[in-house]
């Protein structure tokens, strides 16, 4: 026999970091990189969890100091209240900066019109992309993760997009190392994923592990919901229930926070971190595949809103 | 309080047997079977879900295959699914209950070569495939000299597709024989060859029964043992400064710390630094871990150091042991892959970032070009293009603090970038590495 069997044992080296260590250093290596190249930064913050999980990082990354950036909410009028509600105290907890730009404000204007189907999702790139060139950012930090979906699988940490906020995915620069390169032309920006190679129980741990605050709608909790296309869906003002459609009390939790037209609840009985860490690990779907209704509609539907200025 | 930087004391012992990361990249060609190999690991490691079967099987069933097609499952771009082929480097998350995987999955064709430097340049470990009635081929030697040049600390040979050759042992001890010999000759210190059926799932997560002759771990059971955390954290410490971090508040009103991530090595409070390229000497002073106060750190931590001296120190500045640090040089001699579509050429200006660190650089020499198909230098090309491999002679604007690549590879390696329009150029890792430079094995080629 000439193979060469692994001399490894179990044991890994007094050294070695855990996973959640490991994550938590590579996204404030990021965070840094972003503060020490570029001019004006920005975090997009929906108050959702990875915006959260974002947030306390970059509060680490520059403590004793204050974080270096300001923050960008892209309101689509659809939001959850607890959410706004959430964001509203992170922003005064900790003096931050918040820029909002409002689907809304584009709707009542005539620069953007109502979709058939309701949902407000694909209407949020035109104000995001004109805050970011009104406000002249240049780097653009986004919670999302490569375990989302195939096409943020091939996602650059660093991702340069052009004047018109556009990704594309056959001209992304390689990335080698840690050497992330963050040069781009006036009017150009990069959009910067910390938590790029995150999973959504890497995320959840790491919650759990940092004692992180998140809105309620989380965790299990009565709510008055109707089914449209499988899902579970808040009912409101924002379009729902239809005259088909009949409201039902059920427990419920959310495992992503959206726009309320096209995010569904989970039934669950998972009022506590750890329970909802439990629920995850035996669930079988994707977080995207249970929640997410803007992903089901096409093949590619993620690769071309992002190749349209998207996060 | 201890001031040596000796890398044999012993850390704190609180984070051993805890659940760790390991970074890994795949190597195969078109047919090896690579995707039914990565679709074999996260299916049966129950990493892939429900929904993402559904579409995957939607998919399947649109373009008239039949059965799921697995390679949907990793193939995420609209042209990639159009072709039938994978373009660039996809990530993917698996875990057991004793490692997390990120897993590199790259491209095998001959004209994506950058891709899988990619790939390998964060990697840990390097699965190579090969399809066992074919043996050892032209990719194979190259997918094993590129785990070589980027120093990957692990390989995999993967011989792949047992089932089709009646599980035989000597066909799968003369391949792990000959791939051996060559790897050790291109200094792959480490090698683990495994016989599997990626289809069958011989070896994949499960023991195979069918090759009881068989007596090392599954491809799933090394992944999950392997030792290869000790390699960053030895060594001399090294610290590229990131950012400065200064509070200037009521609370912390003198607090200046240096921050960054630690790139091998480890730092003590206590320990006597040097800043590079400046020279300047202070004493480590305070060590905070994300916040928190601690008397030791290492690679591959994010920390802030906090100096007994206040020196005149900014982002691009190394800090090192002062019995350690590095020499600072101005004229660099690296191996390079070439990773943009526009030729690198003799006498181009260029951006050289290093660590922390951009400076300007112009390329003096391109002494020779590795001949991929049998990996035989060409020399005095003149020009680099995509995807070529070679050696390079480049003088900085300013002295650089550079380690050789074959001892740290954060602080050995850098990257060019094109002054213009800021496109990264060209991957460069600093001193000799074992391809192109040990003719006589490359010569069996």
């Known amino acids: 026999m000439t193979t060469t069997v692994a001399t490894a044992g179990a044991t890994d080296s007094p050294y070695a970091l855990t996973h959640l260590d490991a994550l938590e250093s590579e996204a404030v290596h990021i965070f840094r990189e972003v503060a020490g190249e570029f001019e004006r930064p920005v975090i997009l913050f929906s108050g959702g969890k990875d915006s959260i999980v974002m947030l306390h990082l970059a509060l680490k990354a520059f403590a004793p100091a ?57 209407l949020q790139t035109v104000p995001l992309t004109e805050a970011i060139q009104r406000e002249r950012f240049d780097a653009v930090f986004g919670g999302g993760r490569r375990d989302e979906e195939k096409a943020r699988a091939k996602e650059r940490v660093f991702s340069l997009r052009d004047e018109f906020s556009q990704w594309n995915p056959r001209r992304q620069r390689p990335e080698l190392w840690n050497l992330y390169n963050g040069r ?105 595949g249970a929640t997410r209704a803007d992903d089901k509609l096409s093949e590619a539907a993620m690769e071309d809103r992002k190749r349209e200025g998207y996060f | 309080m201890t001031s040596t930087a000796d890398p044999a004391e012993p850390l704190p012992p609180q984070r051993a047997h805890a659940a760790t990361l390991l970074r890994f990249a795949t190597a195969g060609s078109v047919d090896d079977g690579k995707s ?12 892939v879900l429900t929904d993402q079967l559904e579409a995957v099987e939607r ?29 660039d480097v996809a990530y993917r998350y698996f875990a057991t209950a004793r490692r997390r995987f990120i897993l590199a999955d790259t491209p095998g064709h001959v004209q994506y070569t950058r891709n899988m430097v990619t790939g390998a340049s964060t990697a840990e470990l390097t699965v190579v495939l090969v399809d066992a009635r074919n043996g ?30 009646g599980f035989a042992e000597p066909v799968f001890a003369a391949i792990a024989e000959e791939f051996t010999a060559y790897a050790a000759s291109l200094g792959v210190p480490d090698v683990t060859a495994i016989p599997i059926s990626a289809l069958a799932g011989d070896n994949v997560v ?17 992944l999950e043992t392997v030792i290869v955390t000790h390699d960053l954290a030895s060594g001399p410490a090294r610290l590229p400064v990131q950012y400065v971090i200064r509070p200037q508040t009521a609370e912390d009103p003198d607090y200046r710390g240096y921050a960054g991530q630690i790139a091998s090595g480890a730092f003590r409070v206590g320990d006597e630094i040097t800043v590079l390229p400046s020279g300047r000497t202070s004493r480590i002073r305070g060590i905070d871990l994300l916040g928190e106060p601690v008397d030791t750190a290492w690679a591959p931590q994010s920390v802030t150091l906090l100096l007994a001296d206040d020196l005149d120190i900014s982002r691009g500045d190394l800090i090192a042991p002062t019995a350690q ?113 040990r003719q006589p094995a490359l010569d069996r080629g």
């Open chain 1, 184 to 288: 781009h032309a006036p009017g150009e920006h990069v959009r910067v994923f910390p938590l790029s190679n995150w999973t959504e129980l890497d995320v959840w741990q790491y919650i759990k592990r940092e004692s992180v605050e998140l809105p309620d709608i989380y965790f299990s909790h009565e709510r008055e919901v109707f089914q449209r296309n499988g899902m579970w869906l808040t009912a409101g003002d924002w379009g729902g229930p239809g005259e088909d459609e009949t409201i039902q009390k059920r427990r419920v939790r959310y495992r992503t926070v959206g726009d309320m037209s096209c995010t569904g609840a989970v039934d669950s009985e998972a009022d506590t971190t750890d329970k909802v860490i439990a629920e995850i690990a035996a669930s079988r779907l994707t977080e995207r």
């Open chain 2, 206 to 222: 499960e023991p195979s029964a069918r090759m009881d002759w068989y007596g090392g771990p599954t491809v799933l059971e090394h």
């Open chain 2, 325 to 437: 640090a590095p020499a600072t040089i101005q004229d660099v001699t690296a191996t390079v892959c070439h990773v943009a579509d526009q030729p690198l050429t003799v006498g181009q200006r260029v951006l050289l970032k290093h660590c922390t660190r951009t400076v300007k650089a112009v390329v003096r020499d391109i002494p020779s070009r590795l001949t991929l198909d049998d990996l035989s230098p060409h020399p005095a090309p003149g020009r680099l293009a995509a995807n070529d491999i070679g050696q390079v002679s480049i003088r900085t604007a300013e002295p650089l603090p550079l380690d050789s690549y074959g001892e740290s590879r954060r602080t050995g390696s850098f990257i060019l970038l094109d002054p213009q329009d800021g496109a990264t150029l060209t991957a460069c890792m600093t001193g000799q590495t074992g391809v192109g430079v």
């Open chain 2, 59 to 87: 998919a399947s069933a649109g373009r008239g295959t039949e059965g799921p097609d697995l390679a949907l499952l990793t193939d995420g771009l609209r042209a990639e699914r159009e072709q039938g082929i994978t373009i």
């Open chain 1, 66 to 122: 204050a974080v270096p950036f300001s923050l960008l909410h892209v309101d689509t009028g659809h939001n959850f209240p607890e959410v706004l509600d959430y964001r509203d105290r992170a922003v005064a907890r900790h003096s931050l900066r918040l820029h909002v730009a409002f689907v809304q404000d584009y709707i009542d204007r005539g620069t953007l019109k109502e979709r058939p189907d309701g949902t407000r999702n694909p």
């Open chain 2, 36 to 47: 039914t190999l990565v679709g074999r690991l996260l299916h049966d490691s129950k990493s």
């Open chain 2, 136 to 165: 050892m081929v032209e990719q194979t030697r190259r997918h094993a000299a590129i785990a070589a040049l980027l120093r990957v600390p692990h390989v995999v040979l993967a011989v792949n597709k047992m089932d089709l050759v």
